[in-house]
């Protein structure tokens, strides 16, 4: 089992930027991806950007360009991800989700909100 906790959510203006992140401990050996997902109100959960233990990266399509996820690796273990979100828009807010997944499992952090204003 993985433990997560996110921090940096708030609000921001459109246009503005914010970083997210989330440290991640326990059972880490076995996270294959780590990653980002937003649920926002009266919608299901999706997924935002993930990333793998080598570096690789996957992005919705509605964040490509905009938001960068880095992932705090060491020695192929992930113990960490950050989102560096720029140009956000008011369509961008939604509680966000640190996400561990691993091949039988995912662990879930708790969620950190995000608000964009207009």
């Known amino acids: 089992q993985v433990q997560l906790v996110e921090s940096g959510g708030g609000m921001v203006p459109a246009g503005g930027s914010l970083k997210l992140s989330c440290a991640a401990s326990?059972?880490?050996?076995?996270?294959?991806?780590m990653g980002w997902y937003r649920q926002a109100p009266g919608k299901g959960r999706e997924l935002v950007a993930e990333i793998d233990t080598h570096g690789t990266a996957n992005y919705a399509n509605s964040v490509k360009g905009r938001f960068t996820i880095a992932g705090d690796i060491s020695a192929n273990l992930l113990n960490g991800v950050s989102l560096e979100m720029n140009k956000v828009e008011p369509e961008d807010t939604a509680i966000y989700y640190c996400?561990?997944?691993?091949?039988?499992?995912?662990?879930w952090g708790q969620g950190t909100q995000v608000t964009v204003s207009s």
């Open positions: 326990g059972n880490l050996i076995t996270v294959i991806y």
């Open positions: 996400r561990a997944r691993a091949r039988n499992r995912a662990d």
